[in-house]
């Protein structure tokens, strides 16, 4: 769970695995306490049409939700696409 935790950390590993799908100049906030049991963070990036076919802008909320007993958790990802063709019919 620590290492797949890495993945939306922000840090190094997150970043490499962004890179190599074709998601690149990331930036993001850090993870902010919104409700009890509930961490938010914003993110963004462009798409390397180069890797992913794919070009344009995404903005993305993302919502982590640790579970009652705190032994696993679920992670929400709200994105708004900018440039991306048909962006705006994927919800």
Request: include cysteine; aromatic fraction near 8%.
């Amino acid at each position: 769970a620590d290492l797949l935790m890495e993945l939306f950390g922000g840090g190094h590993v997150e970043r490499k695995v962004m890179e190599k799908v074709g998601c690149v100049n990331s930036s993001h906030t850090a993870w902010k306490l919104v409700k009890p049991d509930i961490n938010q963070r914003r993110l963004s990036y462009k798409f390397d049409k180069h890797i992913s076919n794919l070009e344009g802008d995404v903005n993305s909320t993302q919502q982590i939700s640790f579970l009652a007993d705190r032994k696993a958790w679920t992670i929400e990802d709200v994105m708004a696409f900018q440039g991306v063709p048909l962006g705006d019919c994927f919800n």
